[in-house]
């Protein structure tokens, strides 16, 4: 059975209902952006926060993520845009899952990283952009 969130549920009946209009529609699938002007909950704000505070260890998931830097996910977002050949959902992002403990590692050496966080039931282990429309633009 699949385990879901309510947000992925209303996420996939939006995209099942757009695809049925008559129309070309095209949309960015963004995957784990980060830099420029992060929000505080995610991962870098939180990790700066916590060595701010003093504290010698973080907690982090044992899981691979796709990471793409905003400048990267807003090039081919542009790129995307600016196209009429390539249409519906277009994934965005590096095409590689990296564990999170070795992203979080390569900004922050001060810090011990414990993978303790606990990982979400519906999350796969590994989860990462599949860059073959992206990749025909």
Avoid: M
């Avoid at 960015?28 to 701010?52: H, S, T």
């Amino acid at each position: 059975i699949e385990i879901q969130t309510h947000y992925a549920l209303a996420k996939r009946l939006l995209r099942q209902k757009l695809e049925d209009l008559p129309i070309n529609l095209k949309w960015a699938q963004l995957f784990y952006v980060y830099g420029g002007n992060d929000k505080p909950y995610k991962l870098i704000p939180q990790i700066r926060k916590v060595i701010e505070r003093g504290e010698k260890t973080f907690s982090i998931i044992d899981a691979e993520r796709d990471f793409i830097h905003v400048k990267n996910a807003v090039q081919a977002i542009c790129d995307i845009a600016l196209q009429t050949d390539v249409t519906g959902r277009i994934e965005v992002g590096s095409g590689q899952a990296i564990p999170v403990i070795d992203f979080a590692k390569r900004y922050f050496h001060e810090i011990e990283f414990v993978k303790d966080y606990p990982a979400n039931d519906y999350e796969p282990f590994s989860y990462f952009c599949n860059l073959q429309k992206l990749n025909t633009i």
